[in-house]
Nanobody, 111 residues
Framework: QAQLVESGGGLVQPGGSLRLSCVGTGAMLSISSWAWYRQAPGKERELVAAITGDSITNYADSVKGRFTISRGNAKDRVYLQMNSLKPEDTAVYYC?????WGKGTPVTVSA
């Protein structure tokens, strides 16, 4: 059974960086279009970044210039490089691809 597994979350100070990874497991996955979402406590899940099969990227205004989405060559993984993190970036981050969702990885930005 195919599934997506996120990793790389954790506690970081404001201004710090984290790199999230999402890997497809359990099947011969080949996913071209990926997205990262996040959900903060008490808020709805929101799109953070997306990448198409043609490598066209799209970012939420709140993360433009700070976050970068990239895709692995094997098309079974996606990354989210997060720089200059702010407390308002605190959330559980989820990856999405091929109508699959991971269980999320928590990111906490706090001094």
């Amino acid at each position: 059974q195919a599934q997506l597994v996120e990793s790389g979350g954790g506690l970081v100070q404001p201004g710090g960086s984290l790199r999230l990874s999402c890997v497809g497991t359990g099947a011969m996955l080949s996913i071209s279009s990926w997205a990262w979402y996040r959900q903060a406590p008490g808020k709805e899940r929101e799109l953070v970044a997306a990448i198409t099969g043609d490598s066209i990227t799209n970012y939420a205004d709140s993360v433009k210039g700070r976050f970068t989405i990239s895709r692995g060559n094997a098309k079974d993984r996606v990354y989210l490089q997060m720089n200059s993190l702010k407390p308002e970036d605190t959330a559980v981050y989820y990856c999405n691809g091929a109508d699959l969702w991971g269980k999320g990885t928590p990111v906490t930005v706090s001094a």
